[in-house]
């Protein structure tokens, strides 16, 4: 199977200016673990997920004046829709995270969360 066949296509999209408190409020509304930042003036493509805001809060950072921007992970690693499930897999486990950006034509496409894996490797009776 495939990135595609397991992946989210409905983004949750931010702008780096995005308060953390904001960027919460939407994963939460959207229930995701996880934010895809949009800044074309300065980085690009790059995410911000729910550990980014806990290590914000747990630092005694204020959600009200932090900004995605500075808490969008660095060093984002891409799919693309046509990775296998294990390769999607190798590369959350290399690099200790647990969401990936999907890009096709270097657009967002989806998200692909260690969560989409599981319910995939479920659904088709696979055990560890």
Do not use: Y
């Not at 660095?74 to 200790?96: C, I, K, S, Y």
């Amino acid at each position: 199977m495939h990135v595609k066949d397991a992946m989210s296509t409905v983004i949750l999209t931010i702008g780096p200016a995005h308060t953390l408190r904001q960027a919460a409020q939407l994963m939460a509304a959207r229930r995701v673990g996880a934010a895809v930042v949009l800044d074309s003036d300065n980085s690009g493509i790059g995410i911000l997920t729910e550990r980014d805001i806990l290590n914000s809060l747990g630092a005694g950072e204020n959600p009200d004046r932090e900004t995605a921007q500075s808490h969008t992970t660095p060093d984002v690693v891409f799919a693309t829709p046509d990775w296998t499930l294990d390769d999607a897999a190798e590369a959350m486990a290399r690099g200790g995270f647990r969401h990936l950006i999907v890009l096709d034509g270097g657009e967002p496409v989806g998200v692909v969360s260690v969560r989409d894996l599981l319910r995939v490797q479920v659904a088709c009776g696979i055990r560890p």
